[in-house]
Antibody, heavy 119, light 103 residues
Framework: QVQLVQSGAEVKKPGSSVKVSCKSSGDTFNYGISWVRQAPGQGLEWMGDIIPTFGSPNYAERFRGRVTITADTSTTTVYMELSSLRSQDTAVYFC?????????????WGQGTLVTVSS | EIVMTQSPATLSVSPGERATLSCRASQSVGSNLAWYQQKPGQAPRLLMY???TRATGIPARFSGSGSGTEFTLTISSLQAEDFAVYYC?????FGQGTKLEIK
């Protein structure tokens, strides 16, 4: 059974970094893992992804330079680190398993991690 | 850059009635479109992919259609649990969402 379990909520100061983990179980590591965020009351925003067994991440243009996605195959955990945090980065961050059959889609999701950026 | 536009922003429908949600792509995306349902405080849930294939466990009252630039998600007879926000997605781009509310 596929499960994605994320780390707990974080409160960060502006200018700092946050690292969110996504522990996967079941048939996940042969597929891509995406990170999607959702600011309060807003829609979904794709940040980037990685295929853990290959290790090469892809990033959305607007986050390039601030986001780093990595994978630890020994613990089947994917990490998303976002740096130079500002108040606008306050959001719930989700990881999700990617499938590409009949177009890209995200079939299993983590529970979400709330990151609050506040001075 | 392809932009996904959903309409309407809010749709008010009575339980038992049909709901029709639209998603338009600024350029052709073939049939490579997915739909998600999200309830407050929850992660999104995959409903449809390939524009018209229901994801595992999704009831038959949900159907998807379209190709190219115009897509539709139809819920044939709304149940109480269907009132939520719906998003369409192509690759790394999501629509802004349609809130389906009880009339």
């Amino acid at each position: 059974q596929v499960q994605l379990v994320q780390s707990g909520a974080e409160v960060k100061k502006p200018g700092s970094s946050v690292k969110v983990s996504c522990k996967s179980s079941g048939d996940t590591f042969n597929y891509g893992i995406s990170w999607v965020r959702q600011a309060p009351g807003q829609g979904l925003e794709w940040m980037g992804d990685i295929i853990p067994t290959f290790g090469s991440p892809n990033y959305a243009e607007r986050f390039r330079g601030r986001v780093t996605i990595t994978a630890d195959t020994s613990t089947t955990t994917v990490y998303m680190e976002l740096s130079s945090l500002r108040s606008q980065d306050t959001a719930v961050y989700f990881c999700a398993r990617e499938r590409t059959t009949q177009g890209a889609h995200l079939d299993y999701w983590g529970q979400g991690t709330l990151v609050t950026v506040s001075s | 850059e392809i932009v996904m536009t959903q309409s309407p922003a809010t749709l008010s429908v009575s339980p038992g009635e049909r709901a029709t949600l639209s998603c338009r792509a600024s350029q052709s995306v073939g049939s490579n479109l997915a739909w998600y349902q999200q309830k407050p405080g929850q992660a999104p849930r995959l409903l449809m992919y390939g524009a018209s294939t229901r994801a595992t466990g999704i009831p038959a009252r949900f159907s998807g259609s379209g190709s190219g630039t115009e897509f539709t998600l139809t819920i044939s007879s709304l149940q109480a649990e269907d009132f939520a926000v719906y998003y369409c997605q192509w690759k790394d781009t999501f629509g802004q969402g349609t809130k389906l509310e009880i009339k």
